[in-house]
């Protein structure tokens, strides 16, 4: 039974904010980045999180894109699950909700979610990281390396090998996509942090960014997160079963 606190401030939400993780995807059977286990997803025996990195590009760009080649795969195969469809219902029962994703699959977007903000990009955009030369699906779904033994993809000007579109550590989040975060966690009444483990910053701030201004927050995360004890709620289920009972519930 969710918080009924939660299920309250959803009531009376002018604007519910959501920050969603890899845990969100993860009933659609696409690993998370930290989580223990089966589905933890090693390349080439490297953890995800040693991937994705300008160092490990720099030093094996067909080590990583054969990982994002097969990342983009599993991600164009996956379906969304109850909790994006859930995610995309809310937008509905508020007046205004703002999604805003650490994913790169595109899950949200395909389950009906309208004007999602990607902090970390997309797996589905790639380009020269010299010319910004963007790289069609065609060229992507015939040239990219399967493994890491492949030759690594170049542009088709040949100036560069082609990266995906996504925000590695070190690098800057897109700014405006930041911004406008921000600017959404300030004026929300209700903040959710679905699946993630919160140690990723500054997406992790976002909820705290939200409580500071006065909203109600919450987290649905079957193991808590590093922001867990900050918040007002904690949900320790999966998203995919939280979600729909939460919708069921403010129906
Ligand atoms: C379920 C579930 C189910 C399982 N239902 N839940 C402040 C302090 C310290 C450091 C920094 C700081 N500010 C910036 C930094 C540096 C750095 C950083 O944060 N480092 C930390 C590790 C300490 N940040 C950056 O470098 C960022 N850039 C930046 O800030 O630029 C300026 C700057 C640079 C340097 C210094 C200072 C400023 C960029 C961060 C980019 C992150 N990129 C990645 C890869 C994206 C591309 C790709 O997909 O490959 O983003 S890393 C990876 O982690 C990915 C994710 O989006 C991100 C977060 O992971 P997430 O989603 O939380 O996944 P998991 O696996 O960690 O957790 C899954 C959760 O789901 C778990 O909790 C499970 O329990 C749960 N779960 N099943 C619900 N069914």
């Given at each position: ?5 939660l ?12 920050l969603?993780?890899a845990?969100?995807?993860a009933?659609?059977n696409?690993?998370?980045f930290?989580?223990?286990g089966p589905h933890?997803g ?6 995800p999180?040693?991937l ?11 080590r990583?894109?054969?990982?994002y ?7 164009l195969a996956?379906?969304?699950?109850p909790?994006h ?5 809310l937008a509905?029962?508020?007046?205004t909700?703002?999604?805003?994703t650490q994913n ?8 009906g979610?309208k004007?999602?903000l990607?902090?970390?990009g997309?797996?589905?955009r ?7 030369e963007?790289v069609?699906?065609a060229?992507?779904n015939?040239?990219?390396p399967q ?5 690594p993809l170049r542009?088709?000007?040949?100036t560069g090998?082609?990266?995906?579109g ?5 690098e ?8 406008e975060?921000e600017a959404?966690a300030?004026?929300a009444d209700?903040?959710?942090?679905i699946?993630?483990s919160a ?5 992790a701030?976002?909820p705290?960014?939200?409580?500071h201004?006065?909203?109600?927050t919450a ?12 918040l007002d709620?904690?949900i320790t289920k ?9 919708l069921?519930?403010?129906?």
């Amino acid at each position: 039974m969710p918080h009924a606190a939660l299920l309250e401030a959803l009531r009376d939400a002018q604007h519910l904010f959501i920050l969603t993780g890899a845990g969100t995807s993860a009933e659609s059977n696409l690993p998370t980045f930290r989580d223990p286990g089966p589905h933890r997803g090693l390349w080439d025996n490297h953890r995800p999180e040693d991937l994705a990195s300008p160092d490990a590009f720099a030093d094996h760009p067909a080590r990583v894109q054969s990982w994002y080649a097969h990342r983009r795969r599993a991600a164009l195969a996956a379906q969304p699950n109850p909790a994006h469809h859930a995610i995309a219902q809310l937008a509905e029962r508020v007046p205004t909700l703002t999604l805003v994703t650490q994913n790169v699959d595109g899950l949200h977007q395909r389950a009906g979610s309208k004007d999602v903000l990607e902090l970390h990009g997309s797996l589905h955009r790639w380009h020269c990281p010299n010319t910004g030369e963007p790289v069609d699906d065609a060229t992507l779904n015939a040239h990219l390396p399967q493994t890491p033994d492949n030759p690594p993809l170049r542009s088709p000007s040949g100036t560069g090998y082609v990266r995906p579109g996504v925000v590695w550590f070190g690098e800057g989040l897109p700014t405006d996509v930041l911004a406008e975060a921000e600017a959404k966690a300030r004026t929300a009444d209700v903040a959710l942090s679905i699946g993630t483990s919160a140690l990723v910053y500054p997406a992790a701030a976002l909820p705290l960014l939200a409580k500071h201004a006065g909203a109600f927050t919450a987290e649905i995360n079957p193991q808590p997160s590093a922001i867990a004890h900050q918040l007002d709620a904690t949900i320790t289920k999966p998203a995919g079963v939280a979600l729909p009972a939460l919708l069921d519930l403010l129906r």
